[in-house]
């Protein structure tokens, strides 16, 4: 099903958040050779036999290179071969460089609602969604990728009941399956779940923006994140993090 414009925005907002999340060194994508934060970025380096590999969470050793973290400009420098020149030595590239990226920006989204889920953030099932909605402040709503879609517009209209039209700001994430959904919140079956404003809410949500960008949902010169937003959960993405 195609994106509407309130789900961009969200996706947008999410990106935001991930963007501003540190403030580093620019540096400049061998691809379009625009400059840019490093969260706006993926880093690769050449592993050990000369296999060029991401470095999603840049702390790898070793020279880097750096593409603007959208498929299609690591898609344009595997193709032109600018992974050599900027690492400035023979390489290897990997043909599914650009899917095994996406395949491991979902897994950090998947290992994102579990660190929700551990800080006590999600509720799964229909009915508890539904209630859920009604009595806490809801940060996004969840549905497995083959969700049915009634049980989306369900959800959509309880949420809508309660919030009005301020209902198509909340995020709806639909890129994790139902087994990733069951990985991530160790259960069976899931198929709708809700996040509750709070710790560990938030960064999911930027991993998602993430995912949005790399995939082109969104573009990267997304509109910045409200400042009422920004400070609605202000908490610290990595305190829940050492708290898993």
């Not at 099903?1 to 996706?11: K, N, T, V």
């Not at 929700?116 to 999600?122: F, L, P, S, Y």
């Amino acid at each position: 099903m195609p994106r509407d414009e309130a789900q961009d925005r969200a996706a947008a907002k999410a990106a935001s958040r991930w963007r501003n999340a540190r403030r580093e060194p620019q540096r400049t994508c061998v691809a379009t050779r625009e400059v840019r934060s490093p969260d706006e970025l993926i880093r690769f380096v050449a592993s050990p036999d000369g296999v060029v590999t991401p470095d999603l969470k840049r702390k790898l050793p070793g020279r880097g290179v750096w593409v603007s973290a959208r498929r299609e400009a690591v898609e344009e420098a595997a193709r032109r071969r600018l992974f050599a020149r900027g690492l400035k030595a023979p390489v290897t590239v990997p043909e599914d460089l650009a899917a095994a990226i996406d395949v491991a920006l979902v897994e950090d989204l998947r290992q994102g609602l579990a660190l929700a889920n551990k800080a006590g953030r999600v509720v799964t099932g229909f009915d508890t969604v539904v209630k859920t909605i009604v009595s806490k402040p809801i940060a996004a709503l969840v549905h497995a990728a083959e969700a049915a879609e009634d049980g989306k517009r369900k959800i959509a209209q309880a949420l809508r009941r309660r919030l009005g039209d301020a209902a198509e700001r909340i995020p709806v994430v639909t890129e994790l399956s139902g087994h990733d959904l069951d990985l991530a919140l160790g259960r069976s079956h899931v198929i709708h779940a809700a996040l509750v404003s709070g710790a560990g809410s938030r960064v999911f949500l930027e991993r998602w923006g993430r995912l949005s960008v790399y995939r082109g949902s969104i573009a990267m010169a997304a509109a910045p994140l409200d400042p009422e937003e920004a400070d609605a959960d202000d908490t610290n993405p990595q305190d829940c993090e050492r708290n898993v």
